[in-house]
């Protein structure tokens, strides 16, 4: 892919940016470098190299989902300003 003028304004576009003109070629010459660079990697040699999302074989632990007992309700509600016998009351604050 070649950087061009009228891809360096399109991004200058979408990223709500005004470059100047010495701002747009040293941005045209990085990003040039950057797929310079990944073009070599497209260039290696991955034959038998399994495909993987991530590098090491680690695995997510979750606990078991397992119901328990709740807080008690009545030690909750002792503290607070206004309430009922199962709620809290708070102000209204949509019509």
Same mark, same amino acid.
């Given at each position: 892919? !070649? =950087?061009?003028?009228? @891809?360096?304004?399109?991004? +200058?576009? #979408?990223?709500?940016?005004? @470059? ?8 045209? &010459?990085?990003? !040039?470098? =950057? ?9 290696? $040699? ?13 695995? $997510?632990?979750?606990?078991?989902? =397992?119901? @328990? ?5 009545? #030690?909750?509600? &002792?503290?607070?300003?206004?309430? $009922?016998? +199962?709620?809290? =009351? ?6």
């Amino acid at each position: 892919m !070649q =950087i061009d003028d009228k @891809l360096i304004s399109c991004l +200058e576009d #979408l990223s709500c940016l005004a @470059l100047s003109e010495d701002e747009k070629k040293h941005i045209a &010459k990085d990003l !040039q470098t =950057i797929l310079d660079g990944i073009s070599k990697i497209g260039e290696l $040699n991955t034959g038998g190299v399994p495909e993987c999302s991530h590098p090491f074989d680690n695995v $997510n632990v979750f606990r078991d989902d =397992i119901a @328990l007992p709740s807080s008690d309700r009545e #030690l909750i509600l &002792k503290n607070a300003p206004l309430k $009922n016998d +199962e709620m809290f =009351i708070a102000p209204k604050t949509v019509e």
